[in-house]
């Protein structure tokens, strides 16, 4: 089955300065590869996905990465802010509508400090 | 729209009680997720179902967890007996399609076995 791993589990950066956040798969089969942020004590929200026809994704300050060769996506933020402290997750899943597919498996997640 | 809805937001029980989670999915979306956290083991998708009906439980840990849709308003997570290691939060969410669609989490319950 999927294996994801995501590093690092810990990433402090100054405000302002840029934080990347990587992953890797193992089934070359995913296909749909999403990011969520968590809060301390919220739910997790989707920041922003990618799919495995497109190499790059950007909206606004983030932007996700994907290497389907070397099976690896990163998420990069740029000009951080205090607010995108927060634990972030990445995922990997084979994509079929209806749910034919398989699960949407997470890395550990990272959790993300940005000091002001 | 209320977004997803998860009760109880919080349940203390006993080990060896049984413990039902419920969630409502946010109205038209047709695929509903129930998922575990941990500090240990992270995020793990245990059930999800589409059009009520259950896709893949292969993240159901063991026979003491079920869960339902008996119609796409409603399921429940049940766990009976419940044990210390069932000690987690537990999220539902929901989206309109399968996998590949942006997933709506409710607050999540958490849930405290002693």
């Known amino acids: 089955g999927e294996n994801v791993e995501q590093h690092p589990s810990t990433l402090s950066v100054q405000e302002g300065d840029s934080a990347v956040i990587k992953c890797t798969y193992s089934?070359?089969?995913?296909?749909?590869f999403p990011w969520y942020k968590q809060e301390l004590g919220k739910r997790p929200q989707l920041i922003i996905d990618?799919?495995?026809?497109?190499g790059e994704k950007k909206d606004q300050r983030i932007a996700v990465t994907l290497n389907k060769t070397a099976k690896h996506f990163s998420l990069h933020i740029t000009e951080t802010q205090p607010e995108d402290s927060a634990v972030y997750f990445c995922?990997?899943?084979?994509?079929?509508?209806?749910?034919?597919?398989?699960?949407?498996?997470f890395g550990k997640g990272t959790k993300l400090s940005v000091k002001p | 729209d209320a977004g997803v809805i998860q009760s109880p937001r919080h349940e203390v029980t006993e080990m060896g009680q049984e413990v039902t989670l419920r969630c409502k999915p946010i109205s038209g979306h047709n695929s509903l997720f129930w998922y575990r956290q941990t500090m240990m083991r992270g995020l793990e998708l245990l059930i999800y179902?589409?059009?009520?009906?259950?896709?893949?439980d292969s993240g159901m840990p063991e026979d003491r967890f079920s869960a339902k849709m008996p119609n796409a308003s409603f399921s429940t997570l049940k766990i009976q007996p419940s044990e210390p290691r069932d000690s987690a939060v537990y999220f539902c969410a929901s989206s309109r399609g399968g996998i590949g669609y942006e997933q709506y989490f409710g607050p999540g319950t958490r849930l405290t076995v002693t």
């Open positions: 995922a990997a899943s084979i994509d079929g509508y209806g749910g034919s597919q398989g699960n949407l498996i």
């Open positions: 089934d070359s089969a995913s296909n749909y």
């Open positions: 990618i799919r495995s026809n497109v």
């Open positions: 179902f589409n059009n009520n009906v259950p896709i893949d």
